[in-house]
């Protein structure tokens, strides 16, 4: 749902203040906002993080949906455990040679 907390004005050189969010976000001077504009017109400002690039493909979209199937798979008890790795990999070659 959204919230209507007020309105800004674009002031010169086309710089807008921000400072009315920071009573309703945690933002900080130097965050990054991603910008959206909608069909309709209407500017959406997303606040945003940075990460390491190296770290990059854990936030792609095929990692988040695996990541979410394994909470699921966790949750819903579809696991094994292995009391040592020699029997994890006894198991895993078991299951390769059918």
Not at 11 to 34: R, S, W
């Amino acid at each position: 749902m959204s919230k209507i907390i007020g309105n800004i004005q674009l002031q010169k050189k086309n710089l807008v203040n921000l400072g009315l969010l920071k009573k309703h976000l945690p933002i900080e001077e130097g965050d990054l906002f991603q910008v959206e504009i909608e069909e309709n017109g209407r500017v959406v400002l997303t606040p945003m993080k940075t990460i390491p690039a190296d770290q990059a493909w854990f936030w792609t979209k095929e990692w988040q949906e695996g990541m979410k199937e394994a909470r699921e798979d966790f949750q819903e008890g579809r696991f094994k455990t292995h009391a040592s790795m020699d029997e994890l990999l006894e198991e895993l070659e078991k299951e390769s040679e059918t």
